[in-house]
């Protein structure tokens, strides 16, 4: 099957990608593992993020000893800026699933790790953190999915996630995102699990932090 996605994304482009949709359920792990290699080749500039957005963030945690788990890490782009400019970093651990990009990391800090996942983020064992931070990553997750990432970073005290939205659960878009979910679902994810925004930027980039317990 992912042989039939590839070669009807390089020939027909939209058509290929909802073809991905439509069978994404059908698909394993290590399916999207091989899928995503194969994408890196074609497609290797994938990192995206707000930087301007995301520093006012760390900036409000400079007083903070931070250690940092990202998800969907690709090469490290975001890990390298904030790692030169954040010495309150104490150690940025990424996830990708990708092999093919952790081998391309671009990073060369000792704070820094990276590693591709084995099996589902959300039955991996992870390591010690404060800050849960993902961009432009769990759009490409069903909302069933996203929950089950979530639950399995709660309780950390802080999150940054940065996820595009669509009205049109991604028909004809040129990629694998997937997520059908507008802001208020997710805004009612973050609340059940305890979280207050801090801050967010359009649909949607935004900052949690844990409630307190009284």
């Known amino acids: 099957m992912i042989d ?9 482009g939209k058509q290929g990608w909802n073809l991905y949709r439509d069978y994404y359920d059908l698909l394993t792990f290590e399916d999207l593992v091989v899928l995503n290699d194969k994408l890196d080749e074609l497609f290797p500039n994938q990192n995206h993020f707000n930087e301007q957005v995301i520093k006012g963030y760390f900036d ?10 990202e998800l969907g890490c690709h090469v490290g782009n975001l890990a390298k800026t904030m790692l030169r400019e954040y010495s309150n970093v104490t150690r940025w651990t990424g996830l990708d699933i990708s092999k093919s990009v952790i081998k391309r990391t671009i990073v060369r800090d000792i704070r820094y790790f990276s590693f591709h996942l084995e099996t589902w983020f959300f039955e991996t064992k992870l390591p010690i953190f404060n800050v849960f ?40 878009y040129g990629g694998t995102h997937i997520l059908d979910a507008n802001k208020d679902t997710l805004k009612r994810i973050f609340t059940e699990l305890g979280y207050d925004c801090k801050n967010e930027v359009g649909d949607l980039l935004i900052f949690l932090e844990k409630k307190k317990e009284t």
């Open 4 to 12: 039939v996605i590839l070669k009807k994304i390089k020939e027909e």
């Open 60 to 69: 409000q945690l400079v007083s903070e000893e931070l250690f940092v788990l």
């Open 133 to 172: 931070i993902s961009t432009h990553t769990l759009e490409h997750m069903r909302l069933t999915e996203v929950f089950k990432c979530l639950k399995h970073v709660d309780p950390v005290t802080y999150m940054i996630l940065e996820i595009p939205l669509s009205k049109n659960r991604w028909y004809n």
